[in-house]
């Protein structure tokens, strides 16, 4: 694996690392209170985004995504905002769930003001928080919520389809599949596993995942690997999807 690559798509995660090695260095005692802290989440996130990821995975092979378009996509209209609404109030789980899930769907066709109300109920209008929240502040108080509540998450969808393109989130976020498929068409295609790899398929994943340098290549020689490295130049870091 390319550690340069590496390295520059986990550096939040290294400067958390970094950031806990200095609290252990200036005051041991707060560094496990904090890792404590930190095991509890990271346990909790254990237990829920396995079948997140499991139903995830599903959605993306099972579901077509002519029936993600219909439903969430940027013609579904009101339905489509009803959909959303409805699958954000029967989510279980924290918000973070969601967030796989969403982006699987917004990959197969769903509009961005959709995906918005699908996580903004799934934040703050679930069904089992109005029946929480009806036991300890009432009902009153829950119906009067819950009115203002829901306008304003179609306001917010409605306003961030407007200022936030699909194809900007997914230009950002990167889709592996497409960059896969964008190498191995500038790939002569020999299929002759010349560069280390069996196929030309397997080359591509590997230049995409930052193990392979553009110009592993041997038969495509210098012209296949300055395509590719324009490719890349122009493409944004790729983020493999969960």
Not at 173 to 183: A, C, L, S, V, W
Not at 214 to 241: A, F, N, R, Y
Request: aromatic content about 8%; charged content about 20%; glycine content about 8%.
């Amino acid at each position: 694996m390319n550690l340069k690559n590496y390295f520059k798509n986990n550096r939040m995660l290294g400067a958390a690392l970094a950031i806990y090695l200095i609290v252990l260095l200036v005051d041991p005692n707060t560094f496990m209170e904090t890792l404590n802290t930190a095991w509890v989440y990271i346990e909790e996130m254990l237990q829920v985004l396995p079948p997140v990821l499991i139903f995830t995975g599903m959605l993306e092979v099972w579901v077509p995504r002519e029936t993600i378009m219909d439903t969430f996509g940027s013609r579904s209209g009101l339905t489509g905002k009803l959909a959303s609404f409805f699958l954000g109030t029967v989510s279980a789980g924290p918000i973070y769930a969601g967030f796989p899930i969403t982006q699987s769907l917004l990959r197969k066709g769903a509009s961005v003001a959709n995906i918005t109300v699908l996580l903004s109920t799934w934040a703050v209008a679930k069904i089992p928080i109005l029946l929480v929240e009806i036991q300890f502040l009432g009902l009153s108080f829950a119906l009067v919520r819950w009115s203002l509540t829901i306008p304003a998450i179609l306001a917010i969808g409605y306003l961030t389809g407007k200022i936030v393109s699909r194809e900007e989130i997914i230009s950002e976020i990167g889709d592996i599949e497409e960059m896969i498929q964008k190498i191995l068409d500038r790939l002569p295609g020999h299929n002759c596993g010349a560069c280390g790899y069996d196929n030309c398929k397997e080359c591509a994943e590997a230049i995409t995942d930052g193990e392979a340098e553009p110009d592993v290549c041997k038969p495509g020689q210098e012209e296949t690997e300055q395509k590719i490295k324009k490719l890349m130049k122009k493409q944004k870091p790729v983020i493999k999807s969960s």
